[in-house]
C-alpha cells in the first residue's frame, strides 16, 4: 500500500476517534442540558403542588391544566395520594423508599410511566411536615431531540471523516511529490550508472530548505563519494595493472629467452634467476593489493596483545641487517625499555619494515637510519629517520597515497610499487592511529606512525 494511502486511512481513523469522542462528548453535556432545564420546570411545578389538595376529586385550579402536560401528585405520610393533577392516577408515581428520600430532600430519576419515559422530580412539601410533591413529565420530546441530534452528529461525522481522509490524502500526496521526483532522479542516475562521468551533477535539491532538500542533499554528499569511491578504484585498477605489467612482461620475455636454442647454462641461470626477482615482485605486489582491499573493506584482522616495542625495532633491524650492510648503510634503535602498547605486533612489525625499506632506498652510503620509539601523551610514536634528501614538499600531502611516487629522484632506484607507504597507513589506521610524515630541518625525512597505547 503507497504511503500516501497508509497516511490517508491513518488520519481518517484518528479523526473519526477524534470525532466521535468529541460527538460523545457533545451528546453528553446536550443531554446533561435538557434533563437540567426540564428539572429545573419540574422544581417549578412541586413549589405549586400544594394547589391540589382541594383537588382530590379532580375539580377546582387541576382541571384547568390540560392532561398529559405535567404529572403531579401530593402524596401524605402514608403513601396515599391525596391530590394529582388529571390523568394522573391514585398509584404513586414513586416507590416507597424513593418517597422517603423524597420527604428528606429534593430527587430527580427517570423511569416508565404507563410505557413512556419519565423524567420525575419530587421533595417535601412546603408546609406540610412528612407529605410529599411530585412532578413527572413525559421524555418523548426529549429522546426525540437526541435522536435528532445523534443522527445529525453521525451524518456530520461521516462527511468530516470522508473530506478529511481527501485532505489528508491530498496533502500526503503534495509533501511526498518530492520523494518520488527523488526517486525519479535516482532511477535516472542508477539507469545511466551513478558513478560514471555522464551521470550528471546529481539529485536537485528543493529550495524549501526542509527535511526534503537536507535529503537531497545528503543523498548528493552520498554520490559524491560513491564517484569518488569509484574513481579512486578505477586509478587504483589501473594503477595496479600498469606495476603488474612490468614484472609481467620481464618475467614473460626472461621465459621466451630462456626457451631458445643455443642458451648457455650461465644464461639459462640468469634467466631463472630474473625470473624467479620478477615472480617474487609480482606475489609481492599481489600480497600488498589483498591487505589493501581488506583495509578497505575494515576486514584487516587484528591479533591486539600488550608488546614492547623495542625488540620489533630490534626485530626489524636485524631482519634488515644484511641489505642495510650491502647498500653501506647502519641501523641504530632509540627506544626506551618498557614502553609497552596494545598492539598486534605482526601488522606493526610489517609497517616497520615498510618504513625501513622506504628509508633505505633514499638514504646516503655511510649515514645511519634510526628507529626510534618514544610516548606521546597517552599514545606511542614509533619513528624512521634518514638522512636522505627529504620529500619533496609538493608530495608530502600524497605519500601515503597508492601507487604514489616522488616525481623527483629521491631513491637510488625504481622505488618500488609505491604500495609501502599506504600499507603503513591502512596498519595504522586498523590500530585506530595514523601515519605521518614530515622533513627535518637539516635534511632527511621522519615517516613513522602514531598508536593508542591502549589497556
Excluded at 625504481?414 to 597507513?425: C, E, N, Y
Aim: proline residues 6%; charged residues 20%; hydrophobic residues 45%.
Amino acid at each position: 500500500m503507497p504511503i500516501r494511502l497508509r497516511l490517508a486511512v491513518a488520519f481518517a481513523a484518528a479523526a473519526a476517534a477524534v470525532f466521535a469522542l468529541g460527538g460523545w462528548l457533545f451528546i453528553s453535556s446536550l443531554s446533561s442540558a435538557q434533563l437540567a432545564g426540564i428539572d429545573s420546570q419540574l422544581a417549578v411545578q412541586l413549589s405549586q403542588a400544594g394547589r391540589y389538595l382541594a383537588a382530590g376529586s379532580g375539580s377546582g385550579p387541576a382541571a384547568s391544566l390540560a392532561p398529559g402536560e405535567y404529572m403531579i401528585q401530593v402524596i401524605d405520610p402514608a403513601g396515599r395520594v391525596r391530590g394529582a393533577s388529571p390523568d394522573t392516577g391514585t398509584a404513586p408515581l414513586l416507590t416507597a423508599a424513593e418517597l422517603r428520600q423524597a420527604r428528606q430532600g429534593q430527587i430527580s430519576v427517570t423511569q416508565a410511566a404507563d410505557e413512556e419515559p419519565t423524567r420525575i422530580t419530587a421533595g417535601p412539601l412546603a408546609g406540610h411536615p412528612g407529605w410529599a410533591a411530585v412532578a413527572g413529565l413525559s421524555l418523548e420530546g426529549y429522546e426525540s431531540a437526541m435522536s435528532q441530534a445523534e443522527r445529525e452528529v453521525a451524518a456530520a461525522g461521516g462527511v468530516f471523516v470522508v473530506i478529511a481522509s481527501v485532505g489528508a490524502y491530498w496533502l500526503a500526496r503534495a509533501a511526498l511529490s518530492p520523494v518520488e521526483r527523488l526517486r525519479r532522479q535516482v532511477a535516472a542516475l542508477s539507469a545511466r550508472g551513478a558513478g560514471s562521468p555522464g551521470a550528471g551533477p546529481g539529485l536537485e535539491v528543493p529550495a524549501t530548505r526542509d527535511e526534503i532538500a537536507a535529503l537531497a542533499g545528503t543523498m548528493n554528499e552520498l554520490l559524491g563519494r560513491l564517484r569518488g569511491a569509484l574513481a579512486r578504484q578505477r586509478a587504483f585498477v589501473a594503477d595496479a595493472s600498469h606495476e603488474l605489467r612490468t614484472p609481467l612482461a620481464v618475467l614473460s620475455g626472461e621465459l621466451e629467452l630462456a626457451g631458445r636454442p643455443g642458451r648457455s647454462r650461465e644464461e639459462l641461470a640468469a634467466a631463472v634467476h630474473s625470473a624467479a626477482t620478477e615472480a617474487e615482485r609480482l606475489a609481492r605486489i599481489t600480497s600488498d593489493l589483498l591487505l589493501l582491499a581488506r583495509s578497505d573493506d575494515d576486514r584487516l584482522s587484528l591479533r591486539l596483545e600488550q608488546t614492547e616495542i623495542r625488540p620489533l625495532l630490534a626485530q626489524s633491524a636485524e631482519r634488515a641487517r644484511l641489505r642495510l650492510a650491502a647498500a653501506g648503510l647502519a641501523c641504530r634503535i632509540d627506544a626506551p625499555a618498557g614502553l609497552h602498547a596494545r598492539i598486534d605486533p605482526d601488522r606493526i612489525c610489517q609497517a616497520i619494515d615498510n618504513l625501513l625499506d622506504n628509508a633505505s632506498r633514499f638514504a646516503p652510503a655511510g649515514s645511519v637510519i634510526v628507529l626510534a620509539a618514544k610516548s606521546s601523551g597517552p599514545d606511542v610514536d614509533i619513528e624512521v629517520r634518514d638522512d636522505g634528501p627529504g620529500f619533496p614538499p609538493g608530495f608530502l600531502p600524497h605519500a601515503f597515497e597508492r601507487f604514489r611516487r616522488p616525481d623527483t629522484g629521491r631513491s637510488r632506484d625504481d622505488g618500488g610499487a609505491g604500495l609501502g607507504l599506504a600499507i603503513v597507513q591502512a596498519i595504522a589506521a586498523a590500530h585506530s592511529g595514523l601515519a605521518f610524515a614530515r622533513n627535518t630541518p637539516g635534511g632527511g625525512a621522519v615517516v613513522g606512525l602514531h598508536l593508542p597505547r591502549g589497556k
